[in-house]
């Protein structure tokens, strides 16, 4: 069973937008629990999930499907977008702000009344099935201007905010996810804690849940503390060297 511990009544809004058929969008931080929150929702709807990390190089074919050669014979084969239509399952598209504009023409008549995907190269329409949701995500606070999804497009979906738990709830996750013991998981949130609330650091993103969890399977696997912290947060947060002593002051005062 996938852990994972509601903050803001996201699993009954993603019930009911499922049962009116109404796409999704999750906007927050790397690191906050998106894909987590996509993958418990697969396991308590019970249909299965096909996750795609969008990036430049990802295109509408790769999403609808090719034609292959196959024995001699050329057949189609349908992408996962397709299959996922077709199959009743969750179409989950991560960071979509990174996605190709031709990705975002092939998913609009899956977010409307139409719910239906067209294969330009069959000249093929296919209407989805009653199970088939769209899901996408995208970190709002990394998006450059020409990255930046369209209101046209923002407001296909039902949209879901996320940010980083409260203190307690993060020790809760961590604790749950590793084993690691209170007094380890609460310096790790008060870390956490106080990075994020030192805006002057210039960090281009700030440490995450996931890092914290990271840090903590070292620790518990018998890495040094200190040493734990720098290689699980430190050196992925910064290149900078300057950076990197101030955050090993700040880890000074609280180990």
């Known amino acids: 069973m996938i852990f994972y511990k509601e903050i803001n009544n996201e699993i009954e ?16 931080p790397t690191g906050c629990g998106k894909s987590r929150f996509v993958e418990k929702m697969a396991e308590i709807l019970n249909i299965p999930l096909i996750q795609i990390a969008c990036n430049e190089e990802t295109s509408s074919t790769d999403l609808q499907g090719r034609y292959i050669i196959n024995n001699g014979n050329t057949i189609w ?8 239509v077709k199959t009743g399952t969750i179409l989950y598209l991560d960071e979509i702000s990174e996605a190709r504009e031709d990705i975002i023409v092939v998913i609009h008549p899956l977010t409307d009344h139409r719910r239906e995907i067209y294969l330009d190269k069959k000249n093929e329409k296919i209407k989805a099935h009653n ?24 407001q296909r979906f039902i949209t ?15 604790c749950s996810e590793t084993g690691i013991d209170q007094n380890n998981a609460d310096q790790l949130t008060n870390y956490a ?22 840090t903590a399977k070292l620790i518990i696997s018998g890495i040094e503390k200190k040493l734990a ?26 180990l």
Do not use: C
């Open 13 to 28: 809004i993603f019930k009911t937008s499922f049962k009116n058929k109404m796409p999704i969008i999750l906007k927050g």
């Open 193 to 214: 804690k106080k990075l994020r609330n030192l805006k002057d650091l210039e960090l281009i993103e700030t440490v995450s849940t996931r890092l914290l969890i990271n």
């Open 160 to 174: 879901l905010e996320f940010n980083y738990p409260n203190q307690n709830l993060e020790k809760e996750i961590i």
């Open 77 to 84: 084969q349908d992408g996962p977008a397709t299959l996922a």
């Open 131 to 154: 199970n088939f949701i769209l899901v996408a995500s995208y970190n709002p606070g990394y998006q450059s201007k020409t990255k930046e999804l369209k209101p046209s497009t923002k």
């Open 229 to 254: 912290y720098n290689v699980g947060i430190i050196e992925t947060l910064t290149d900078d060297n300057e950076l990197k002593i101030s955050l090993n002051d700040i880890l000074g005062l609280i």
